[in-house]
């Protein structure tokens, strides 16, 4: 069952922080993984294939920020998406009161909440691949044709051995579909990608481009924002297979670098070819 967890926290004391603290928060998460499951841990450290969870940065903070005074008064939040029934039993003990503090980068952080529940965090959440491969399953007749994805993080890619911070279809797409087959044993067919590549178009956007400063002091940019992909053809399976995934970005995250805050995603609207366009969703951060 994929799940999207959100900690609410509190600095111990005022600082002035790095503004990407999700290196930080990826290791703090595998601290806890690790005390459950010293074995799970290493292989999700050594693993250099899809990961089963992202972590982001402190949702309040800039990721481009070199440094960012926090207030101990104020609350903050970090969130974690699980992807494997494994991390989904670890996960449940997870609770404030367990957990205590959090050391991110040698700042204390107090963990004062924690929710899966959509109603208390717009970012929070949960499904069963079961129910995210409906529109496969139940065959709807109003299949989408267009979809909004928000990228609420930088979102960057590797492409041919370098970094492509644009989300083209058949990047965003083979992106999820590769996590997707990785981590639910209802696998859809690698030709999604072929499809996405060669009737996916995207019909207007709204993007910008993000830095983020790393540990090792490099930049990496990725793109935030909307965009919309719209399908080119009218075959209902391969818009079903779309719209699983689309769904599923918000679990999985999209791109590069999703266990360190990147590629934060989310569905905020789509609609059929009949239908007005819409604009939708929060931001992240709030």
């Given amino acids: 069952m994929p799940q999207a967890i959100v900690f609410t926290l509190r600095p111990s004391v005022a600082a002035s922080v790095p503004g990407n603290l999700s290196r930080a928060a990826h290791a703090a998460i ?3 993984i690790r005390a459950a499951d010293p074995d ?3 292989r999700i450290h050594d693993d250099e294939g899809r990961k089963p969870l992202t972590v982001s940065n402190i949702l309040e903070l800039n990721m481009g920020a070199r440094s960012v005074t926090v207030d101990p008064n104020r609350d903050y939040h970090l969130r974690v998406t699980l992807l494997s029934a494994e991390l989904e039993r670890i996960a449940a003990a997870w609770t ?32 069963t691949y079961h129910q995210l491969v409906q529109p496969l399953l139940s065959r709807p007749v109003d299949v989408p044709h267009t979809w909004t994805l928000e990228f609420a993080s930088p979102a960057t890619f ?10 083209l279809p058949d990047l965003v797409f083979g992106s999820l579909l590769e996590q997707w087959n990785a981590s639910s044993e209802l696998a859809l067919p690698e030709e999604v990608r072929r499809y996405a590549t060669e009737c996916l178009a995207i019909n207007r956007y709204g993007l910008r481009s993000a830095r983020a400063s790393t540990s ?4 990496q940019i990725g793109a935030v924002g909307q965009c919309s992909y ?4 009218g075959d209902r399976y391969w818009r079903a297979c779309v719209d699983v995934l689309a769904s599923f970005a918000f679990y999985s995250g999209v791109g590069a670098g999703t266990t360190r805050g990147f590629g934060q995603t989310r569905l905020v609207a789509k609609r059929a070819a009949e239908q007005p366009e819409q604009d939708d969703g929060d931001s992240l951060r709030d």
């Fill in 230 to 233: 719209r399908a080119m053809t």
């Fill in 158 to 167: 590797r492409q041919r051995g370098m970094t492509m911070p644009l989300p």
């Fill in 96 to 127: 404030a009161e367990n957990i205590g503090e959090l050391d991110l980068d040698g700042y204390a952080w107090r963990v004062t909440a924690r929710t899966a529940n959509a109603a208390e965090h717009p970012w929070a959440g949960s499904a």
């Fill in 216 to 219: 090792g002091g490099a930049i």
């Fill in 40 to 42: 799970l841990a290493a």
């Fill in 30 to 32: 595998l601290r806890l």
